[in-house]
């Protein structure tokens, strides 16, 4: 974790304004490549704790509240992470297969909302 908030500062001194526009639109890309693989990383340690049961044994009802609390995020973001951890296959969203339209509708599929 230290190697990654270093990198992190090091990201946020750089100078953007000194970039050519093409410069910037791939500063932009790898920074959004970084937030997905952050992302996926993130759902991999919820699924973790939830499925360890470590919110319950904290005094939690349950996951969602546990990740509510701990992080101090709204209940419908506790909600939809632990909802999305819970369905995570270790698939990179920055993988081949996300470039896929058939991958990206079987994902809206699977957490969209059923009456």
């Known amino acids: ?16 304004w000194a970039r050519t526009p093409d410069e910037l639109v791939e500063h932009l890309d790898g920074l ?5 693989r952050l992302a996926a990383a993130k759902l991999a340690a919820v699924r973790e704790i939830d499925a360890s049961g470590l919110p319950c044994r904290q005094g939690a009802n349950s996951a969602t509240s546990w990740l509510r609390d701990h992080l101090r995020i ?6 939809r992470t632990v909802r999305l951890a819970r369905h995570w296959t270790g698939t990179c969203p920055s993988s081949p297969l996300a470039s896929r339209p ?14």
């Open 1 to 16: 974790m230290a190697a990654l908030h270093e990198a992190l500062d090091s990201c946020l001194a750089e100078s953007l």
């Open 32 to 36: 959004h490549a970084a937030e997905q």
């Open 102 to 115: 058939a991958w990206s509708t079987r994902i809206r599929r699977r957490f969209s909302r059923r009456p």
């Open 74 to 79: 709204g209940g419908g973001a506790a909600a």
